[in-house]
């Protein structure tokens, strides 16, 4: 059971890494941080679909095989995490383009 846990914060916090790739350089450009390092970023987000629905995917096993299993109750909590940064990378996916006209706006 912990391998599905680790699978599920894994996947979360990959997802979430993803779908900050176009709000974390201007982030970082304004906070003085810029470079062409942050190129890398673009090559991220041609990615970020197919490694948020294979976070879904693992959270998703993961709380299907915690319930048939009887460990629930113990890891409802970790299950719960992990479901909410999951949701927070599609929130910040969706939102993406509002998220960055007000971080260039702040410039």
Known sequence: MKKYLTLSY????SALGVATCCVLPLAMMLLG????????????????????AISTALVAVSWFVSHRT??????KW?????????????VIVFNEAQINDYLIMQM
Not at 70 to 75: D, E, R
């Open 78 to 90: 970790w299950l719960v995490g992990s479901t909410a940064i999951t949701a927070l990378a599609w």
């Open 33 to 52: 941080l810029g470079g062409s390092w942050l190129a890398v970023f673009g090559k991220i987000a041609a990615a970020s679909y197919y490694v948020l």
């Open 70 to 75: 009887g460990a629930l109750v113990n890891l």
């Open 10 to 13: 894994l996947g979360s916090v």
